[in-house]
């Protein structure tokens, strides 16, 4: 008779890739005998699906970046063992419309009673979804396993002093309460974590104590107390990102103000005169372009036709490493440029001087891999542009992520008033989905990015061109570009600046404290007279984060400074004792990359070797029985934060979609003994 296995894991984060993980390892199991046993402790402080950033308590007001039909924390890969429990949450939103769960607010089915497949849920709402699979989990446990939730932080995890049976791998995990977990594998899930302040943040929080000023530094804007933002005073909000609507959402609506519809169908801002006045400000100086209206989250007017998966695979086959600037960026350029033009013809046949059908032939036969050099096949698309197309018409793709550049104003009336007619004009450009030339070209690079993040992970491209071109410069544009808001905001945005609620700095900001005044200051270069000929290429050149405006040049002032930024997610400057610990003792280490000039520089992430996903310790081996899984993987994987992807009905299924679920079930395989599929 066969000796029975007990397995003893420690999942330590239980957000949705802990979830992940905690599902596969159900879906996986499959006991060899009667009286074997799987033993798993999940470790953290906020309740196990949600975890600390979809707290279904937190404002409705925040809503997720994906609509309904996008996000799933169950795989849908018939490869895979079938899930016991849960569904999409497309689907779950569908079950509690028709079945409402007892457990569920009025709040929540109130949200529910209007949420369209096509709508953007709260991420409250989201978080609810996210503990309803795990209670569901919870119910459905297979026969000899134990689950025990810690709603602490982990402190440590270190080799037991002696090996566990048949010389396996025996982790103490301490937690924060005190209590000790002897377990045989430990699955790092840790998720969104705080970091620490860089210099000139650290500096000016310090002023703001001297002088009494409010200095809100980035964080989770659930985590943030908006009350203390005063009303009526100015406030400095830095970065026009996600977390920009967040806090203007907050700042706005829930403080009692609405938006009201006019017969025009444009919308109005009556305020709660609770508002405080908010100077919006970013390096490009405009927020990020809305997201196009579409049936999927994917433009079905646009297929890629040359960064293909098809195409990437023929490096492999050649033996090549590719590099993202010579040989990645060149296909996705192309398709950019088609799905601009091709959409242009069919929706503004005006706009071409010759016939729509021999311009094409050319734009095709010019955007060929194989038609020109590497160097030379953009001017050849030009010379074809400069001879078929209207001057008007012609795209300038690097341009779109800087719609100010080039451009100063006289003075900050002027400048509100482009910005809004950027945001009307963007929002005008979403409602026309997939007839408008722009969004379809940003469609076409947010397909690529799909494509994207299977070509580049596991060391796909070169380390020089993953610091100087994937991260350098391609993820602060497509994100500008394809990771949006709903078109909403933008109209909401307009608004606000109508209402005189919100005005922005300008370009290339640069921030200070004014000592005598007592307040921060913000002054744009290209605002007021106080630079040169116009914002750079890139949504402007670079400032100098240390250098100060000068309060008497043109510059805004405020009483409260919010950094609208995430937490950086670099293990540099984490403020997590675990993984400090882990470092420290060198069961981890960070991922060095080599740049062109042969420099090593330090990445965001851990070292990590697949797969399954397990850390590199500092002698540049694998820590056995240590896995990771999420936002730790920024080395390895790019575009780690986002949820997995439901399969939509008559979507493109790209590998990516579903990734993060198939390194949860890698995972939990291997922590289960089993072969990989």
Not at 459 to 480: H, K, N, P, Q, Y
Request: proline share 7%; net charge negative.
């Amino acid at each position: 008779m066969g000796k029975s296995q007990s397995i003893r894991t420690a999942l330590i984060g239980a957000g949705p890739r802990g979830t992940s993980v905690l599902e596969r390892m159900l879906a996986n199991w499959a006991p060899a005998g009667p009286d074997d046993t799987l033993h798993i402790d999940v470790v953290d402080p906020y309740p196990a699906g949600p975890g600390h950033v979809w707290q279904p308590g937190q404002s409705r007001l925040y809503l997720m970046n994906t609509q309904s039909f996008y996000p799933t924390v169950i795989p849908e890969d018939p490869d895979l063992a079938p899930p016991l429990a849960g569904h999409t949450f497309d689907r779950w939103r569908e079950l509690q419309q028709q079945t409402p769960h007892p457990s569920l607010n009025a709040e929540e089915r109130a949200e529910l009673a209007g949420l369209g497949s096509a709508d953007f849920p709260s991420r409250a709402l989201y978080g609810r979804y996210l503990r309803s699979t795990v209670e569901e989990l919870m119910g459905r446990l297979p026969a000899g396993v134990t689950v025990v939730f810690h709603p602490t932080t982990a402190a440590s995890v270190r080799h037991a002093a002696a090996a566990g049976e048949d010389g396996r791998t025996v982790f103490d995990v301490e937690l924060a309460d005190g209590a000790v977990l002897t377990v045989n594998a430990v699955v790092l899930a840790l998720g969104h974590l705080e970091s620490r302040l860089n210099p000139e943040q650290r500096e000016l929080r310090s002023a703001a104590e001297e002088l009494g000023l409010l200095y809100l530094p980035p964080a989770a804007p659930a985590d943030v107390d908006w009350s203390r933002v005063p009303a009526v005073k100015p406030v400095l909000v830095r970065g026009m990102g996600l977390n920009f609507f967040d806090a203007m959402g907050q700042l706005t609506e829930g403080r009692g103000g609405r938006f009201v519809a006019g017969d025009d169908g444009g919308l109005s801002y009556l305020p709660s005169g609770r508002e405080p006045l908010i100077i919006a400000a970013s390096r490009r100086g405009t927020p990020y372009r809305a997201k196009a209206t579409l049936a999927g989250y994917y433009p079905a007017a646009v297929t890629l036709r040359y960064f293909t998966e098809s195409a990437l695979a023929k490096f492999a086959a050649a033996g090549i490493r590719p590099a993202f600037d010579h040989d990645l960026w060149p296909l996705l350029h192309r398709d950019a440029l088609w799905a601009y033009y091709s959409t242009l013809v069919r929706s503004q046949p005006g706009a071409i001087r010759t016939g729509p059908h021999e311009f094409l032939r050319a734009l095709e036969e010019s955007l060929h891999p194989h038609a020109h050099t590497t160097a030379k096949w953009a001017d050849g698309v030009d010379s074809v542009i400069e001879v078929h197309v209207r001057a008007a018409y012609r795209l300038d793709l690097l341009g779109l992520a800087a719609p100010l550049a080039g451009r100063s104003f006289a003075s900050r009336a002027e400048l509100d008033a482009a910005v809004v007619e950027y945001l009307l004009d963007d929002a005008r450009r979403s409602a026309l989905g997939e007839d408008d030339p722009v969004k379809m070209a940003i469609g076409a690079l947010h397909h690529g990015r799909a494509v994207l993040k299977t070509a580049v992970a596991d060391g796909g491209i070169t380390d020089e061109s993953w610091v100087a071109g994937l991260r350098g410069w391609f993820e602060s544009f497509v994100e500008g570009l394809a990771s949006g808001p709903p078109a909403l905001r933008a109209e909401q945005l307009a608004a606000l600046v109508r209402a005189g609620v919100v005005r922005f700095v300008g370009p290339d900001p640069r921030f200070g404290v004014d000592r005598k005044a007592g307040t921060f200051t913000a002054v744009s270069p290209w605002v007021g007279g106080g630079g040169g000929g116009g914002a750079g290429r890139s949504g402007c050149a670079e400032a100098d984060p240390h250098d100060h405006a000068d309060p008497h040049d043109h510059a805004v002032a405020a009483v409260a400074m919010i950094e609208a930024l995430a937490p950086a997610n670099r293990l540099a400057v984490n403020e997590s004792p675990l993984l400090e610990q882990l470092l420290a003792e060198g069961l981890v280490r960070a991922r060095l990359m080599m740049t062109a000039e042969g420099t090593p520089v330090q990445t965001s992430g851990l070292d990590i070797a697949p797969h399954p996903y397990r850390p590199l310790g500092a002698n540049g081996s694998v820590t056995d029985g240590l896995y990771a899984l999420g936002l730790q993987l920024s080395a390895t994987q790019w575009g780690t934060a986002i949820a997995a992807e439901a399969r939509q009905k008559d979507g493109p299924v790209y590998r990516s979609g579903q990734r993060t679920l198939r390194d949860a079930d890698e995972i939990a395989r291997a922590i289960l003994g089993q072969e990989s599929r």
